[in-house]
């Protein structure tokens, strides 16, 4: 691990303009990739990137939030920010995974779901909701990398997975330090207080079990990529096969009580 870092020094490093986006990452992790596009009832949300893909031979399924690399790249992915034919999309491929048998990685970064009114008219809520939902059940391993923002229901509508991964300078949290701080101290002025509240990096979302493992930078993804690369891709290479071997039953037991058992929490001294 690098020096100790504020969780505010995170926030900034996850939000580095020099910082990969999904789509960089899948091109240094995975071969054969074959985007498939399209929710098949409104339009193909280009924030959500997802199809077929290997990983170390093995056939895979990748789905991938994308903020955008410039300034049109970055309007034409919407920042980002999913509508829900984003998720409808996610989930139809997820769907697909599941009938040919395929593993799925989902790759989260996003600042959270696109709240504009047009989204809202189409379902934004649900979208997200059925896709927790239908991800409870789908009877293939799921692997989630949180490459660098995960922003509320927007990250966790592709965010349910039997192993999830962090980098490490990476957030993961309910809503964004400067949400946090104008409901708070109504003041987003204050968002680097209120990111020292929030446990939002990875160390904190490791000692509370929302992920699995941090995936170590050094000197952090937009100065030396080729080290957390070849780190991820280790990890990823030894789960994939792990949770390959494991009957879709237990598969699914497991998967189940990790999401329920989060945010159970006991006091010292207490006895149920």
């Given amino acids: 691990m690098s020096e100790t870092k504020t969780a505010w020094d995170i926030v900034k490093l996850a939000r580095h303009p020099k910082r990969m986006t999904a789509r960089t990452l899948i091109d240094l992790i995975f071969t054969d990739f074959i985007e498939l596009k399209g929710d098949r009832l409104f339009k193909d949300d280009q924030s959500i990137i997802g199809g077929i893909a290997k990983c170390n031979a093995i056939p895979v399924t990748v789905i991938a939030e994308e903020k955008g690399r410039d300034t049109e790249d970055k309007i034409k992915h919407n920042f980002g920010m999913p509508h829900p034919e984003g998720y409808r999309k996610a989930i139809r491929l997820m769907k697909q995974a599941e009938k040919f048998n395929r593993p799925i990685i989902t790759i989260i970064d996003t600042p959270g779901a696109y709240p504009g009114i047009e989204a809202e008219e189409r379902g934004q809520a ?131 009580h990790k999401f329920r058992n989060m945010g159970i929490y006991q006091d010292e001294g207490e006895n149920t």
Avoid at 169 to 188: C, M, R, T
Avoid at 203 to 218: G, P
Wanted: hydrophobic residues 45%.
């Fill in 126 to 256: 649900r979208a997200i909701a059925l896709n927790l939902f239908e991800m409870m059940k789908l009877n293939v391993p799921i692997i989630v990398i949180i490459l660098s923002e995960g922003g509320s229901g927007g990250a966790l509508a592709i965010g349910i997975g039997d192993y999830i991964c962090m980098f490490e300078h990476a957030i993961y949290s309910v809503l964004s330090p400067e949400g946090f701080a104008s409901i708070l101290f109504k003041d987003s002025q204050q968002a680097e207080k209120a990111a020292s509240m929030m446990k939002l990096t990875a160390k904190d979302l490791l000692a509370f079990k929302v992920i699995d493992q941090i995936i170590t930078e050094k000197e952090g993804l937009h100065e030396n990529p080729t080290y957390g690369i070849e780190q991820l891709k280790k990890h990823l290479s030894k789960n994939l096969n792990k949770l390959k071997k494991i009957d879709k039953n237990i598969l699914l037991e497991n998967r189940y």
